[in-house]
């Protein structure tokens, strides 16, 4: 390019200019609050819930089991508990989604097909949350059509159950659209090539199409994974205290507990385990894998 | 598997509007309990808007929205343009700070933010939680968004037209002005809907960055529903559905007018 012709100094102005402000942006309410976050949670928790010193890694020691009572591994129970609603989410939603965005992506309709699975996406969060407490509820729509069918009425608020459902609801749309995106990309000459050497209809379907929408899949099910696992909004509301996650510690730590150090040695923990996880998906799917996720 | 797979496609559909169907169903029946239909009714949302803060709620949503959507939508633009065109050292960790905000739990981020806040407020005195601060919190998240959303935008932009308007004389300010940013306005335009809706959407960041006095619709839905389900809530649900699907719509139809 010819820019390159340009001063030093004129280009330096240019860069500051342009990636300056928002790289700013970016250090001041991101970096700097997640090193102080790191502080905290090497400090303890002082008089009027202040943070005081001296540095100490009591905090993650008693996130993961060593009290001073002695080993009680509450929270690590609690984070292999939201590690395996996670999982449990993850599969339903890729077990619903999967066959949808094919679906779609195949359809002589995709576009309004495409639009009708984004547009509940887009209504506010909270709505479609609270949409499923009044579903299940005790005098809710279900327990309503079983009455109407003589049936014993069904205990599904608060439960698991609901958090679940509202989990898979909530997250749908963000494995459908990269999925969705795999599938339109598929090279179908692979399918009938499969197909000419004599494979069957699970066979080249295994061998020749889900290999192609395996980066839609990978990139789906983080962004399914990640924020079910910190969620802490909906097992608040559908689980109604039933239900605790890792989510519902942090927020009851920087809530009414008030032990901002513990809650952000949890939050590391959290953090950590989300951002293993990112470099290990970078590590196979590289960079673009990394732009898959918007 | 053809009619297997439409099967499953039309019960996942009835799956994501059964809700959204129940609660504006819900919103214009008479009986206050349960969910039996007793009759047509317009009383929740006479209701609604005789409640006294709610206008003021919608009005501290919209602000929220428009401001920090504003914020973020040029300095994302920007952002996505130095990463574009220039190499420079630490490029890298910029794209890692970039793709933090997007991926990371929210809870995480509105904690940190939340700390953050505090600490500035006891070391200067500034930054009460209130407006402002939900605002920066959004900004944070949005410009990671837009960035990339326009980044995405500018891969796909053709270099030879930008070097044909500097080979014609073009300084940087006029290449920009009359080449690049027409190019690349429906990614600006795309990012800055999606920011603004990400801000209206947005539970999280505002829960942990919001003051007294700070009410946003979303955080008095969630204030109530811990109270108990009421029929002015499916009212106000079934108004905010509304703004939303036209919202999306209209812009649907603007971008693929360009």
């Keep these: ?294 | 598997m053809g009619r297997l797979l439409k099967l499953h496609t039309y019960l996942v559909l009835a799956f994501l509007y059964l809700p959204i169907a129940v609660i504006v169903a819900l919103s214009f029946n008479q009986s206050r309990f349960g969910v039996r239909w007793t009759g047509f009714t317009w009383q929740w949302y006479v209701r609604l808007f005789h409640h006294h803060r709610i206008a003021v709620y919608a009005e501290n949503t919209l602000i929220v929205a428009v401001v920090s959507t504003l914020i973020a939508t040029v300095l994302g633009t920007l952002l996505a343009l130095g990463l574009y065109r220039y190499r420079f050292r630490l490029k890298s960790a910029l794209k890692f700070l970039i793709y933090v905000p997007v991926v990371i739990p929210d809870i995480v981020m509105g904690v940190a933010l939340l700390l953050f806040f505090a600490w500035v407020r006891v070391h200067t005195g500034w930054l009460r939680l209130s407006l402002v601060t939900i605002i920066l919190g959004h900004v944070t998240f949005q410009v990671a968004y837009v960035a990339l959303v326009v980044r995405s935008r500018l891969a796909g932009l053709d270099p030879a037209l930008e070097e044909a308007a500097a080979d014609l004389g073009a300084g940087g300010y006029a290449t920009f002005r009359y080449v690049t940013l027409p190019l690349i306005l429906p990614g600006v335009l795309a990012g800055a809907l999606l920011a603004f809706t990400l801000s209206l959407d947005d539970f999280v960041i505002t829960f942990f960055t919001a003051g007294p006095g700070s009410t946003t619709l979303p955080l008095y839905i969630f204030s109530s529903v811990k109270r108990g389900v009421t029929p002015e809530i499916h009212a106000l649900s079934t108004i905010l559905i509304a703004v939303t699907t036209v919202g999306l719509l209209l812009g649907r139809a603007l971008l693929r007018r360009r």
């Design chain 1, 1 to 294: 390019m010819n820019r390159s012709a340009t001063s030093p100094a004129r280009r330096l102005f240019e860069l500051l200019l342009t990636v300056g402000p928002g790289a700013l942006w970016l250090v001041v309410f991101m970096l700097v609050p997640a090193l102080l976050m790191l502080e905290a949670s090497f400090l303890q928790r002082g008089p009027y819930g202040r943070l005081v010193g001296p540095y100490t890694v009591a905090n993650y020691l008693r996130f993961f089991g060593f009290t001073p009572e002695g080993y009680d591994p509450l929270y690590l129970a609690i984070l292999w508990r939201s590690a395996v609603f996670a999982v449990g989410v993850t599969v339903i939603t890729l077990l619903l989604g999967y066959p949808l965005a094919f679906a779609i992506a195949t359809s002589r309709r995709k576009e309004a097909l495409l639009l009708l699975v984004v547009l509940p996406f887009w209504t506010n969060f909270l709505i479609r949350i609270y949409a499923w407490i009044v579903i299940f509820q005790r005098h809710g729509v279900v327990n309503a059509l079983l009455g109407a069918f003589g049936l014993e009425p069904l205990h599904l608020y608060p439960s698991w159950f609901a958090v679940y459902v509202a989990t898979v609801y909530t997250y749908l749309p963000f494995l459908v659209l990269p999925v969705y995106t795999a599938v339109e990309r598929i090279d179908w000459t692979l399918l009938e090539a499969a197909q000419d050497l004599g494979a069957g209809r699970i066979r080249g379907f295994l061998h020749a199409v889900l290999p192609q929408t395996l980066p839609g899949i990978v990139a789906g099910v983080l962004l399914v994974f990640i924020p079910a696992l910190g969620t802490f909004v909906i097992s608040d509301l559908l689980g109604a205290g039933r239900v605790v996650l890792i989510g519902n510690v942090i927020q009851q730590q920087f809530g009414v507990v008030r032990d901002w150090a513990f809650g952000s040695a949890a939050a590391y923990v959290l953090m950590a385990l989300v951002l293993l996880g990112l470099w290990g998906y970078a590590r196979v799917a590289g960079e673009e894998g990394l732009d898959r996720l918007v």
